[in-house]
């Protein structure tokens, strides 16, 4: 099994910034991609950004230019930066991870989720 663990999510101002990070650890054998996604009071759970293990990264059209993900193999780490924050990026932000265990298939496995808050 995969454990995913964030931290960093918070309460903060507009225009303010927030780095949040995901470790993955168990019987991992590979990772393949590793994403951000959030879901707000509401709404259904959205892709934010992913990091593929291989090519580019994706964002979501409403954090391009604002949002930064990028990833720590050695560590099995994903970041996420987020700058320029606005009260709309207000959602509980779940880390996600492909990953395959040893002598298994890829599954998804997700972490228990951390809370932004943004006032205005």
């Known amino acids: 099994q995969v454990m995913l663990v964030e931290s960093g999510g918070g309460l903060v101002q507009a225009g303010g910034s927030l780095r949040l990070s995901c470790v993955a650890s168990?019987?991992?054998?590979?990772?393949?991609?590793m994403g951000w996604y959030r879901q707000a009071p509401g709404r259904q759970r959205e892709a934010v950004a992913q990091?593929?293990?291989?090519?580019?990264?994706n964002y979501a059209d409403s954090v391009k230019g604002r949002f930064t993900i990028s990833r720590d193999n050695a560590k099995n780490t994903v970041y996420l930066q987020m700058d320029s924050l606005k009260p709309e990026d207000t959602a509980i932000y779940y880390c996600?991870?492909?990953?395959?265990?040893?002598?298994?298939?890829?599954?998804?496995?997700w972490g228990q989720g951390t809370q932004v808050t943004v006032s205005s």
């Open positions: 990091i593929p293990a291989d090519s580019d990264t």
């Open positions: 168990g019987s991992i054998f590979r990772i393949n991609a």
């Open positions: 996600n991870a492909k990953a395959i265990v040893r002598g298994g298939p890829q599954y998804d496995y």
